[in-house]
Structure formats: C-alpha cells, structure tokens
C-alpha cells in the first residue's frame, strides 16, 4: 500500500523525500531555487520537519509521564479500596450499628467522582465511629493517616488529568503543524509541476504525498470515501 502523506506514521518520511527532490530542483535552477508564497524556500520546510521532529519528542515524553502518573493512581486507588474493606470488615465485628452506613467498595476502574464519593462515605463513617471509639488498622492505620492518603489520592488523579490535558494540547499543536507542512507539500508538488512540466524527470519523480485516486468511480466504502474527500481538500490548498 502507498504512502499517504496524511498519515503521521507516513508523514515523516515523505516529508524527507520532499526535502531532497526540492534540492536536486534547486539545483536545476539557477537563483534562489523553488521559494513558494512567503519566501517559503526548502530551508523553511527543513526548519518545520526539525520542529515536527521536537513536537514528536514531546508527546511521547509526555506519554511517558501519563503513564507514570497512571500506574502510580492505580496503586494508590488498589491501596485505598484495600483498607475501606479492611476497615468494613471491622466496623462490622467492633461496631456492627454502624455496617448499614458503608458504602459499596469503589472499582479501581472507576473515574474520580464515582471513586471518591465512596471513599469520602467511608471517611464520614470512620469520623462519626471514633468519636465514640477509634479504629486503628492492624498496619497502624489511623483516621488521621486515612484522611491524608485521601489527599495524596486527589492530587494523583489531578496529576494524571494533568498529564492527559497535556498530551492533548500538544497532539492538537502536532495536527496543526503537520496540516501546515501538507500545505506547503502541496505548494511545492504544483510549483514543481509547472515550473518544469509533467514530463520532466523532476515532475515525475515527485514524492507521492497520497495514493492516487480514480475519481471517475464511487468510493466503495466509507473509508476510500472520506480518503478522496481529505485528497480534494488538500488540492484546495494550491
């Protein structure tokens, strides 16, 4: 199957392939080469790819810490579902009045405000039990200790959702940044074509940017469908 420029997984190397066919058309030239609108010249797509390349990094450095932040959020929520039926357990057998009051144990799975609603129950009930007689875990677990892993609990599901609004806006960046580099792909694709004419061998080594497309038959299914849409749009652009 052929490359398609629109694909990041493919972008990258189309974008090198692009870089060298624009200097063996400089080459070809005499002046300043093949400049698009802008005084955009190959120097400046060079420049855009490197910034491409920095914005990969990023995103998967960012990836890296998401992942982090998940499994740590993993164990602290295991943790905690540990203790609130450990601590049901013996409120059952020293304060069996109170039982009625425990809430359902969260799954680990659950999101933030599902997970905390029952674990924050739980912290009512271990409150209102050691006014009358504290509860302290077999591992030392105190109320005073449980109420703080709530808190460390908060701020790992906040450094997870931070890691997530991160990893986003710089995916969001990259799309835009890869759009502009299809653009200027295009640009230099149709400069090429008429600087030269489709029958020079520059013209017709030119870097596919996508599989080309019979448009003289209707797409068979969806996805060829929405690929020739995405093709004509890109086109737009010369």
Known sequence: MRQTILDLSDAREIFDSIIKHWQNSNQSLRGS????????????FVAA???????????????EQRDKASEQLWLFKTNMRLTMQRF???VRGLQPEYAKDLPAL??????????????????????????????????GTTFEAFSQGIQ??????????????????????????????????????SLVLGTFGE??????????LWPKQDRTKKPKSREQKLEVIDTETMLRVI
Do not use: C
């Not at 080469?33 to 400046?44: E, F, H, P």
């Open 88 to 90: 049901a357990f013996l």
């Open 152 to 189: 460390v609990l908060r701020v790992s599901f906040k450094a997870r959702e931070r890691a997530f609004a991160q990893e986003r806006h710089l995916r969001a960046q990259r799309r835009q940044h890869h759009q502009a580099l299809i653009n200027r792909a295009v640009q230099y694709r």
């Open 33 to 44: 080469g093949i400049v698009l609108k802008g005084n955009y010249t190959v120097d400046s």
């Open 199 to 208: 029958e020079n061998v520059l013209s017709k080594t030119l870097p596919y």
């Open 49 to 63: 790819v490197a910034q491409f390349d920095e914005m990969s990094a990023n995103i998967d450095s960012v990836v």
């Open 106 to 139: 969260p799954d680990v799975r659950s999101h933030e405000a599902k997970f905390m609603a029952s674990v924050e129950k739980t912290q009512q009930v271990w409150k209102r039990i050691s006014r009358i007689q504290p509860i302290v875990m077999p591992d």
